[in-house]
Structure formats: C-alpha cells, structure tokens
C-alpha cells in the first residue's frame, strides 16, 4: 500500500521495514537537515521518495489519501498530524508502554522515575496525541547504568522487530485494538532540571549528563551558556573553587566540581547562541 512516514532519525530503522512488506513510501515528513534527521534525509535521498520539513498541514494529507495513500505511519514525530477522515490506516509508534508515558520526552522520565513502563507502543492515530487505541507492545528492559544513549540505541533495534510482527498480520492487530485507559502524562522536562550545577556532587553531575546523552546538558562556562554531550570525570579534591577551569587545550576542557573534576571533549561541547 501507499505510505507516507513522519520521522526522525530515533525510529528511522523502521523506513526499511515498511519497503520490505512491499508498501510503497510516497513521501516523508520530517525536521531541518541535521544530526537528528540526517539518517532519514539520506534514506529519501537514495531512495529519491519527496522529503517535507515544514509542519503537516490539512490539505496536504487530504491530497495524499485522495491520490491513493492509505497508511500514515509516524514514529516519535513531535507535531501533530491532521488525520484525514478517508484514511484507511493511522498508526504512530511510542517509546513507552502505553497508557503510561504521554509526552513529548519520555526517555528522560523512564530513565529517571518510571523504568517499569520501558518500551515501545504501536497504537492507532487520533486527534489526541498518544492516546488512541493499542495495537502492539513490547516492553524493554533497563540496565543498571543504562543511559539515554543506550536506552535510544535499545529502541531504534527493537522497533523494526515489533513493526515487522504487526505488519505480518496488520487487519488482524488494527481489528483486535484495545482502548487505553486512564494513563499518564508526562510533562516535557524543564531547562532546568537539564543545566549542571557545578557545586553538585560529581556523581549526581555525571549522571545527569548520561541520562540526556545526545540531548546534551547545559552548563555556565566561561560565562557563557554551553551544551555538553558527553562528558567523564573523577572524584579528586582540588584547590579550584566549582566552575573554574582548570585545564583548557585543543582537545579538552577540564572543569572543577564540588567533589571532583569533569572531563569534557572539544567536540561535545558547542556555544549556546540566545
């Protein structure tokens, strides 16, 4: 059948998936070329299927079923999609077990209160976000130090395996939904709790720097603001007070904390431009 994809590079590993039950990918959707799309872009780019960055709009979805699109499939798309009436097929792909983890930054929140609701939901599209009916689950355990890194590597694995079993038998799954319930939401985490305070303990700071991973943390740096993407430390006593830079070179930044110093590579550092 005709499909179009909303996506980005989190669940890109569902795009091959789709081609090899024979479904044809009319076009996709996702965000500005970059690190977090590049994997799609390069998909419709050897595959030459139109790629959209702008936002879905209403009468383009109705165009695409109107021309013969009878599946949207979207996997961990952040903005909504006008769901035409004549669309035969509607489903989204969730990285939580479903009715728990509504919202739009659910990893942080599993690695950092709700570990039991790991996994990944295929359920029905509607025009409330994340909650329309379940179609397929499958939950995914956490390690002990699991991170945002691992945990996101976790998913773009799993994903192609539950999307190959619903597709095997697709009328069977979208016939036998099975409404959510109640459920949680969880809110989009805060600029806040994603900052590092240099007067924490360095354990609580490193932590916090695996569970955003790639996301990244921010940090006041030589008085400006700065997003930091990996990050290794050691507990140390020291001179320095917090925050001062103890060693700088083109390879590295070594900053003092309350208890240790921290390590940070040139490349996983960048400015934060306002």
Same mark, same amino acid.
């Not at 799993?158 to 079993?165: C, I, S, T, Y």
């Given at each position: 059948? !005709?499909?179009?994809?909303?996506?980005?590079?989190?669940?890109?590993?569902?795009?091959?998936?789709?081609? *090899?039950?024979?479904? !044809?990918?009319?076009?996709?959707?996702?965000?500005?070329?970059?690190?977090?799309?590049?994997?799609?872009?390069?998909?419709?780019?050897?595959?030459?299927?139109?790629?959209?960055?702008?936002?879905?709009?209403?009468?383009?979805?109705?165009?695409?079923?109107?021309?013969?699109?009878?599946?949207?499939?979207?996997?961990?798309?952040?903005?909504?999609?006008?769901?035409?009436?004549?669309?035969?097929?509607?489903?989204?792909?969730?990285?939580?077990?479903?009715?728990?983890?509504?919202?739009?930054?659910?990893?942080?929140?599993?690695?950092?209160?709700?570990?039991?609701?790991?996994?990944?939901?295929?359920?029905?599209?509607?025009?409330?976000?994340?909650?329309?009916?379940?179609?397929?689950?499958?939950?995914?355990?956490?390690?002990?130090?699991?991170?945002? !890194?691992?945990? *996101?590597?976790?998913?773009?694995?799993?994903?192609?395996?539950?999307?190959?079993?619903?597709?095997?038998?697709?009328?069977?799954?979208?016939?036998?939904?099975?409404?959510?319930?109640?459920?949680?939401?969880?809110?989009?985490?805060?600029?806040?709790?994603?900052?590092?305070?240099?007067?924490?303990?360095? *354990?609580?700071?490193?932590?916090?720097?695996?569970?955003?991973?790639?996301?990244?943390?921010?940090?006041?740096?030589?008085?400006?603001?700065?997003?930091?993407?990996?990050?290794?430390?050691?507990?140390?006593?020291?001179?320095?007070?917090?925050?001062?830079?103890?060693?700088?070179? !083109?390879?590295?930044?070594?900053?003092?904390? *309350?208890?240790?110093?921290?390590?940070?590579?040139?490349?996983?550092?960048?400015?934060?431009?306002?």
């Amino acid at each position: 059948m !005709n499909v179009v994809y909303f996506g980005y590079n989190l669940f890109s590993s569902c795009l091959p998936v789709l081609e *090899a039950h024979g479904h !044809n990918i009319v076009c996709i959707y996702t965000g500005e070329d970059g690190i977090d799309t590049d994997q799609i872009t390069s998909f419709a780019t050897k595959k030459a299927i139109p790629l959209h960055v702008n936002r879905p709009i209403a009468d383009h979805m109705e165009d695409l079923v109107a021309k013969g699109v009878e599946l949207f499939f979207s996997a961990e798309y952040p903005w909504r999609i006008p769901i035409p009436k004549r669309l035969t097929y509607g489903i989204n792909l969730h990285p939580t077990l479903l009715p728990h983890g509504r919202g739009p930054t659910p990893l942080i929140w599993l690695l950092t209160k709700y570990a039991e609701y790991s996994g990944i939901t295929l359920h029905k599209m509607t025009d409330k976000m994340d909650e329309g009916d379940i179609l397929l689950q499958q939950s995914i355990g956490l390690g002990q130090h699991e991170t945002f !890194n691992t945990l *996101a590597a976790k998913l773009y694995l799993e994903a192609p395996r539950l999307l190959d079993r619903f597709l095997a038998k697709l009328d069977e799954y979208y016939g036998a939904s099975v409404p959510q319930g109640e459920g949680s939401y969880w809110p989009k985490v805060t600029q806040q709790a994603q900052t590092l305070d240099w007067n924490r303990p360095i *354990a609580e700071t490193l932590r916090k720097t695996q569970r955003f991973g790639r996301l990244g943390v921010y940090a006041e740096i030589m008085g400006k603001r700065m997003l930091i993407t990996a990050a290794e430390g050691s507990v140390y006593e020291h001179p320095p007070e917090p925050g001062t830079i103890a060693l700088v070179d !083109n390879k590295q930044l070594v900053i003092a904390v *309350a208890d240790g110093i921290i390590i940070i590579p040139r490349e996983s550092l960048s400015i934060i431009i306002a």
